[in-house]
């Protein structure tokens, strides 16, 4: 109401009992700082004496306004004042009467009252890059953890590994509280946080962390914030389960939280032998971006028991496990933003798995096949520790990140293989460390300067044995043996350092960066025989490998920022000179190779709307192979799979570009997005496979070989208020071309999939609230030089209903169904349903929780996959019914 009166009444009041008359007249255009009109704007023609207003005119459409002067008044008197809501209050003296008077507005940022708005229907809020969700409006009494509240959030989706994506753009990080205490091992928070204690779910786009580059360098990515309620903040949080059940089983999970604004942690102690996969905790969701923005490719595990699917399960349903998890993570804020973190785990696992695989490969004129059944057993034991030093200040920013890692395993095989019976034992134990600095600091000219520093050390001995006398007419000139023997180590050295300097404008920032990296690495291995009397040979000449390599690279980078409100654009113009050396005298190996490589990346930003926006991206890139693409010397990588190499380095040309348009209707919970991309891929050499019934070999040949992908995705989520449900659908659809060469026959494939899915998540009421979700996924590959073609169909769905009677009584049942066709087998089909009651014991402030897992005691599963030529039928052994009792109770 003040607003009012100042604005409008007084106006008019000083209009009405203003004396003098009027004359001659003057006019000016309101604008921005971006030369926009500003309409509606309040101009004022004031008296200087006495700050009086004399009359006044409000701006039209095109920011233009017309103030009627007074009669015989004196100019030097007079002066022109302009209001409005956002901007800052601009006053002019009249020079000249016959001149136009222009006002050029600078934004103002003003902290308006509160508005509160009671409401039953879900509102989202909206300031600047920040859409906030308020978790009571989404979740229900079923609900524990937070991730089953961000489940259900229109717009968000959620995959089976925990990978949470803001309208089909994955997140780059989980903030708690504005702090990030688990970089992007967000499934920590999101299976542990209680949902109670968090107030709003906060997406965050054109997220940049660095406080220096705020403004001054785009960033696209997406960050979720959960902000906790003040009550949380004050005490320890914990959510204790302990549970024992039938056949034998047990789940325990007890944790500690603190949210505090200077001290954050989760730590927890979990285990359990119900097929909770405790190592889900531990996924890096955003891996791949680590790894180039260290440009350091570790190198793969290379040897494995065997080349078995994961079923296309829930982990739950096929996992046989007796696991256990210590998880450490806590953060500290010091003054002046200085901030402590440290992330520690231990995981031992002890895992069981049963499958049979009839595998069919179809080749011009010749059919291979495969029978294997293998029970597996696999123990890991991971150690990790990480501590982060942060300080992120307006003009000063440090990192340093320390990584220690120690995991060992053993894992133990029991093989029958097209009739023969072998055993094996892989042993794999890799230790590594890494230091990665980072320095950016403001000057006083406003210019920005950065030093960067990375380096590590990574060694991972494998060796593997099979016994006894596998394949002895291959391995062993058809004499008996005992035992094959295959050990492979590549410890590799890396180092990465830059220094780079930015030049922030109002327009444009330029970043200039110079910078070296060295690879250091050695690949031995060797393929043993162990005869019948205990004596050690070489399988072969052939058989062993002692690969020295180093990589040193020198660039420098050219990077255009334009972060503008409308368009964003981010130009880099990188250029290396690189020089790789290889060696191996036991086959007169000495070659290298110098290349200066030109790498280009375009990327646009450009806002159609307040709300929605459109990307674009291009890239080029020059690619090289690594050491494990350069062994001369045969490994024996599993049971039936021999690799090695005849062919220079590789060089590959990836070309990159996508296309997207992101659409937001926040007001209605309207959400989607869709998305292009397309791959090519020049590559100077190929594969070749010799494929027999006993064994599979591959050398690669020196010829040019190519492949393109095409991608194209769309993803929709609707929250409808009068049936109090979040809808979503996706589509995907990829097709892949490549061409290999198996018993020297050239075969260019064709592979594409579709996949549609649908949900509804429903809120009926207080007491019922009911999910379902299908996908269907069609895959088909085909070959020109293959009559047949290949199809197969599978449909996914799932539902689950709850059902409070009372706030101290849940009924929760779930089922998933799974269809499989394929021509000429016949279909597949299988059903899951689990249910629980969870009673609250309010004397004792515990929940007694009965669940019953697979309750239909489904053994065993059936499984379909198709690449290119292969066809795989699996069959796997299932856990089967698992009766459970817990106690849970709160901190």
């Excluded at 090695?644 to 070309?655: H, M, V, W």
């Excluded at 599979?696 to 040019?704: D, E, I, S, W």
Aim: include cysteine.
């Amino acid at each position: 109401m003040n607003q009012f009166i100042k604005a409008v009444l007084l106006p008019v009041i000083a209009l009405l009992f203003s004396a003098p008359g009027f004359g001659q007249s003057i006019k000016g255009v309101v604008k921005d700082s971006t030369g926009k009109a500003v309409p509606y704007a309040t101009v004022n023609l004031k008296n200087v004496a006495n700050n009086g207003i004399i009359t006044y005119a409000i701006s039209d459409v095109k920011g233009a306004y017309t103030l009627l002067l007074p009669v015989n008044a004196p100019v030097s008197s007079l002066v022109i004042e302009v209001r409005c809501i956002g901007y800052k209050n601009q006053s002019k003296s009249i020079t000249d009467v016959q001149a136009p008077v222009d006002f050029t507005l600078s934004p103002s940022i003003n902290q308006l009252q509160a508005v509160v708005i009671k409401s039953s229907r879900p509102v989202l809020r909206t300031s600047g890059d920040t859409l906030s969700y308020k978790v009571s409006d989404f979740s229900s009494v079923q609900d524990r953890v937070i991730g089953d509240v961000i489940k259900k959030l229109p717009g968000i989706t959620v995959a089976a590994d925990g990978k949470i994506s803001y309208n089909n753009k994955p997140i780059s990080n989980l903030y708690i509280g504005g702090d990030n205490l688990l970089d992007d091992k967000y499934n920590i928070a999101t299976s542990t946080i209680p949902q109670g204690v968090v107030d709003q779910v906060q997406v965050i786009q054109n997220h940049q962390p660095v406080k220096v580059l705020q403004n001054k360098v785009l960033s696209d990515d997406v960050a979720l914030n959960l902000s906790i309620k003040k009550g949380a903040k004050l005490q320890m949080v914990g959510q204790e389960s302990v549970g024992a059940g039938l056949p034998g089983n047990y789940d325990i999970n007890l944790n500690a939280m603190m949210f505090k604004d200077k001290y954050k942690a989760i730590n927890y102690l979990k285990g359990n032998n119900t097929g909770d996969d405790l190592q889900e905790d531990l996924i890096s969701h955003n891996f791949a971006d680590y790894v180039n923005r260290i440009d350091n490719n570790v190198p793969p595990t290379v040897l494995s028991l065997g080349s078995v699917n994961d079923p296309a399960l829930s982990r739950e349903r096929y996992l046989f496990d007796r696991s256990g998890l210590l998880n450490l993570n806590n953060l500290v804020n010091f003054k002046k933003n200085v901030q402590l973190k440290i992330n520690a785990w231990y995981l031992h696992d002890t895992r069981r798995q049963d499958y049979s695989q009839h595998t069919t490969i179809y080749l011009p004129g010749d059919t291979v096949r495969y029978d294997e059944a293998q029970r597996n057993r696999f123990q890991p034991n991971l150690l990790h520790t990480q501590f982060t030093l942060n300080i992120n200040r307006d003009k000063y920013y440090l990192n340093n990140v320390l990584l220690l890692d120690n995991n060992r395993s053993t894992n133990y095989s029991s093989l029958n293989t097209n009739g023969n019976m072998v055993n094996q034992v892989f042993r794999d134990n890799t230790l590594s460390f890494s230091n990665e600095f980072n320095l950016i600091k403001s000057l006083r000219s406003g210019n920005i300067i950065e030093a960067y520093s990375y380096v590590s050390y990574s060694s991972e001995p494998e060796s593997r044995t099979i016994e006894p006398n596998y394949n002895a007419a291959i391995f062993n000139n058809n004499v008996p043996y005992n035992r094959l023997l295959q050990n492979v180590d590549v410890p590799t050295w890396f180092t990465n350092n830059y220094a780079s300097f930015k030049i922030p404008s109002n327009f444009i920032t330029q970043s200039f960066r110079t910078g070296f990296n060295i690879q250091s690495q050695t690949l031995t291995s060797n393929l043993n025989v162990v005869q019948t009397n205990n004596t050690v040979n070489l399988e072969s000449d052939s058989s062993i490998n002692h690969l020295n390599w180093s990589r040193k690279k020198l660039y420098a980078e050219a990077a255009y920022d334009l972060p503008g409100e409308i368009l964003k654009v981010n130009l880099t113009l990188p250029i290396s000179l690189q020089q790789i050396n290889y060696s191996d005298t036991l086959y007169a190996l000495q070659k290298s190779l110098t290349r200066l490589y030109f790498n280009p990346q375009l990327r646009v930003k450009y806002q159609t709307g307040l709300e929605n926006y459109l990307t674009f991206l291009y890239s080029y890139r020059n690619e090289t192979g690594a050491i494990e693409d350069m062994y001369q010397g045969y490994i024996l990588k599993d049971y039936r799979t021999l690799y090695a190499n005849n062919a220079a380095l590789t060089e590959r040309q990836n070309q990159q570009a996508a296309i997207g348009f992101n659409y937001r209707k926040a007001l209605t919970l309207f959400f989607a997005s869709l998305n292009a991309q397309y791959n090519h891929i020049a590559s100077n050499n190929i594969a070749s496979y010799v494929i027999t019934n006993n064994l599979q070999q591959r050398l690669v040949l020196p010829y040019p070989n190519s492949t393109d992908s095409w991608a194209l995705s769309g993803t929709a989520s609707k929250y409808s208020f009068a049936l109090k449900t979040t809808f979503g659908a996706g589509l995907q659809w990829q097709s892949n071309r490549s061409v290999q060469i198996q018993n020297n026959s050239l075969l260019p494939f064709n592979t594409t999939s579709e996949t549609v899915n649908v949900s509804a998540n429903t809120k009926v009421n207080e007491q019922i609230n009911f999910s379902y979700k299908a996908i269907f996924t069609q895959t088909d590959s085909h070959s020109a030089a293959v009559a047949s073609a290949y199809h197969i169909n599978q449909l996914l769905q799932q539902a689950f209903i709850n059902y409070s009677p009372t706030t101290n009584l849940q009924f929760k049942l779930s089922g998933e169904h799974y269809f499989t066709r394929q021509r000429g087998n016949p279909n597949l089909k299988y059903f899951f349903a689990d249910a629980s009651a969870r009673l609250r014991v309010e004397k004792w402030k515990t929940d007694l929780e009965l669940s019953a897992v697979n309750f239909l005691n489904v053994k065993t599963y059936d499984a379909l996959y198709l690449t290119a030529n292969t066809l795989t039928a699996s069959s796997y052994t299932l856990p089967g019914r698992i009766i459970l009792l817990k106690v849970m109770f709160n901190l």
